[in-house]
């Protein structure tokens, strides 16, 4: 049995959930995310508790039970409270700007490179080095600040490039003459 699938899941106070032709629908102060819930698993709401069960024994239903517990509970979080990464930039010359949904970057190549920031993301830039990824889907936000992380990877020797702001880029020695 999963550790985190058989735990029932309260809903926190503002959120309200429906569970409706297969899916799952919660809504919060921030927003409204929707899940559609695989058929190894069943979701049943009573009285403000969601409760995941499996259906069968085998292995794609117990991979599913936790997987489903895991983003309903990722979800419960995402409309309360929302999710937030954040990106520094480094380097000589480096930095960003946003032009409504349009995010610029002039990381050290011969253009700039533009990236158009999906919808359900909020792009924020603070001083042209600090980029705040917030939004409600914990998926998404992760996925738009690993695809800005991406255009310019933090490099070992002088450590340039996009990096989260709590990542440590292990540093390497430069050449030494012999």
Request: a positive charge.
């Amino acid at each position: 049995m999963s550790r985190i699938g058989k735990q029932p899941m309260p809903l926190p106070a503002g959120v309200t959930a429906r569970v409706e032709d297969g899916a799952v629908i919660l809504q919060g102060p921030k927003g409204e995310l929707s899940l559609k819930v695989p058929a190894t698993v069943e979701v049943t709401l009573d009285g403000g508790v969601l409760t995941v069960t499996r259906r069968g024994d085998d292995k794609q239903s117990r991979a599913d039970h936790g997987t489903t517990r895991a983003l309903l509970g990722n979800m419960a979080e995402g409309v309360t409270t929302g999710y937030r990464r954040d990106l520094e930039i480094q380097g000589v010359g480096f930095k960003a700007s946003l032009s409504g949904r349009q995010l610029t970057l002039n990381v050290g190549y011969s253009h700039p490179v533009d990236y158009t920031v999906p919808d359900g993301v909020t792009v924020e830039v603070v001083d042209g080095t600090q980029i705040k990824v917030s939004g409600i889907d914990k998926q998404l936000v992760g996925q738009v600040s690993a695809r800005i992380r991406s255009f310019r990877p933090p490099e070992p020797y002088k450590g340039k490039g996009v990096r989260y702001k709590d990542e440590r880029v292990r540093r390497k020695a430069g050449k030494t003459v012999a």
